[in-house]
C-alpha cells in the first residue's frame, strides 16, 4: 500500500525517536530522580555510559528486539510467531549488552521445547514485548482491529503472555497507528482512556510515577503522563528519562510515540548525530519496508 510523504516521515520519526529514546535513557537506567540530578542537573544528551558502559550512541535490547522483529516480518513478509521466535533467539546467540529475565527465559523455552509461545503467566506483566511492538504497528497499518490485536499477541507471547501486558501493548500499537495517520492528540487520550476503561490499574493522573521498573503499568503510567503533558518531542522524552528507572524502555516507548506524533523535524538535530549512524540508518529503511509491506498477512501459529 501507497503511503503520504506525511504518513512515510512519522513512520521513521517513530522508529528513530524509539532508538533515541533508548539510547537517551540508558545513561539513567536504574538511576533515581535524584542521583540523575545529583549527576547530569538534567539529563539532556545521549552520551553512553550507565550500568551497562555503552559507547556514545550506542542502544539496547529495546532497539535490537525491534530491529530482530521487524526484519523478520520483512524477510517473510508476515507476522509468524515461529519465524519471530527464530529471529530473537538468533538475536540472543550474538550475545547482546542486554537481555531481560522474562525475554530469556521464554526464549530458552523455544530452544528447548521448539513452542514459540510461553504459557499466560499472571507474573509476566513486564513491559519487554511492548518496547519492541512498533514493527507490529507499522506492518498492521490499514488492517483490522482484530488482525493487530492478533499480530501483537503473536509478537509478544514468544516471551510474555499476560492479559495486562497484552492490553497495554495493544494500546501503545494502536496509538502509534494513529499518531502515524495523523490523527489528533484526543483521539489519542481516547485509546488512553479504552485501556483505563479495561483496565483501570493504568490510571496515570494524580500522582507522578518516578522511578517506573519494568512493571508495564508503571512504565505506561510514566510514559503517558509525559506524552501527555508536553507539546514536543524533546520535552516529553527528557520528562520520562529524567524519572529514572527502567529509562532506557520507558524512554524508547515515548520516543516511538512521540515521533509518530511529531514527526522527523522535531528531534533534535543533535541526537540523530550522536545516534550511531548504523541505527539511524537501519530505522529509516526498516520503517520505510515495514510500511511497504503493511499490511501483512498474519499466520496464527506455526511454532
Known sequence: MKYTEEIIDRAVAAYTGLAIGDALGATVEFLTPREIKLRYGVHRNIVGGGWLKLPAGAVTDDTQMSLALGNAIIKSQKVDRAIIAEAFSEWMRSKPVDIGNTVRRGLMHYRNTGKAE?????????????????????????????????????????????????????????????????????????IVRDLVQAEPLYHFTGTRVENPGGYIVETLQAVFQSFFAHDS???????????????????????????????????????????????????DTQARALLRLAPVAVVEDTG
Not at 499480530?151 to 497484552?166: G, K
Not at 528507572?245 to 514527526?263: H, Q
Open 118 to 190: 510461553v504459557a499466560e503467566n499472571e507474573f509476566d506483566a513486564g513491559n519487554g514485548a511492548c518496547m519492541r511492538s512498533l514493527p507490529i504497528a507499522l506492518a498492521m497499518l490499514g488492517a483490522t482491529e482484530k488482525q493487530v490485536r492478533l499480530a501483537s499477541r503473536l509478537q509478544s507471547h514468544v516471551t510474555h503472555n499476560n492479559i495486562l501486558a497484552d492490553r497495554g501493548t495493544e494500546c501503545v500499537v494502536v496509538m502509534l497507528q494513529a499518531a502515524i495517520l495523523g490523527h489528533s492528540g484526543d483521539v489519542l487520550e481516547n
Open 233 to 283: 518531542f524533546e520535552a516529553s522524552l527528557l520528562d520520562v528519562v529524567n524519572r529514572g528507572g527502567d529509562a532506557d524502555t520507558s524512554g524508547a516507548i515515548l520516543g516511538m510515540l512521540a515521533g509518530a506524533r511529531y514527526g522527523m523535524a522535531s528531534i533534535p538535530l543533535r541526537w540523530k548525530k550522536s545516534l550511531q549512524q548504523s541505527v539511524l540508518y537501519a530505522c
